[in-house]
């Protein structure tokens, strides 16, 4: 059972534009929420986070918002960039044990 | 370097065989994790240690994989009598305590290991 879902494989945006990603979470125990991107062949590089007890962060051109009611959370970068063409995780952290629990992950290509 | 390395990068072994992998974490980083990515899948636990000891191992597939970490900083992944199923990227990741305040864990660029 998948406690963090990324239900889309995959977004195209134009340069300029903005790129909205999406993730859903079924564990009311997660107590942090993060962004990871990663480029072929390098590990993840975290991005941003947002605490449970936050809605909104925002760093320079991406920001994260949380809707906990929804149990949904969402980045937003803006404007988009072609060096933003990467593969974007959405990822959890439970309060109780600290690890990570990440989604299958999204394609993100900005076309220039 | 200042991040997280693991070698080798790439390990083509054969079924049967047995594999090592290796994992030095950033300089002071108490915390460090062992995740699997396979392809069109996200990272996925496999143990976590604490310093010395394993604190959450939960995520090991089965009694073939093991994870050593002797002196509370390099860690070593065994995997005895590999399998094709077992071919996957193996990502190391550490942080300053539990992930700290953020929850940011840093990864090592991967090993990948090929099982033919």
């Known amino acids: 059972d998948q406690q963090v879902k990324q239900n889309s494989p995959s977004l195209s945006v134009q340069e300029g534009r903005i790129s909205i990603l999406n993730c859903d979470y079924t564990?009311?125990?997660?107590?942090?929420f993060l962004w990871y991107k990663k480029y072929p062949a390098e590990g993840p590089t975290f991005l941003i986070s947002?605490?449970?007890?936050?809605d909104k962060n925002e760093d320079g051109r991406f920001t994260v918002f949380l809707n906990k009611s929804a149990k949904h959370l969402s980045l937003h970068i803006v404007p988009s960039q072609p060096g933003d063409s990467a593969v974007y995780f959405c990822?959890?952290?439970?309060?109780?044990?600290?690890?990570?629990?990440f989604g299958k992950g999204i394609t993100l290509s900005v076309r220039p | 370097g200042a991040g997280v390395s693991q070698t080798p990068s790439n390990k083509v072994t054969e079924k049967g065989k047995y594999v090592e992998l290796r994992c030095d974490p950033i300089?002071?980083?108490?915390?460090l994790y062992w995740y699997r990515q396979s392809l069109g899948q996200g990272p996925e636990f496999l143990i976590y240690?604490?310093?010395?000891?394993?604190?959450?191992d939960s995520g090991l597939p089965n009694d073939r994989f093991f994870a050593v970490r002797p002196e509370g900083s390099v860690s070593t992944l065994k995997i005895q009598r590999t399998e094709r199923g077992d071919s996957a990227v193996y990502l190391c990741?550490?942080?300053?305590?539990?992930?700290?305040?953020?929850?940011?864990?840093?990864f090592g660029e991967g090993s990948r290991l090929t099982v033919l």
């Open positions: 300089s002071g980083h108490t915390a």
């Open positions: 240690f604490q310093g010395t000891g394993a604190a959450d």
């Open positions: 947002i605490s449970s007890i936050k």
């Open positions: 564990n009311s125990m997660f107590d942090y």
């Open positions: 990741a550490s942080s300053p305590s539990s992930g700290g305040n953020t929850g940011e864990l840093f």
């Open positions: 990822a959890a952290r439970d309060g109780a044990n600290s690890k990570l629990t």
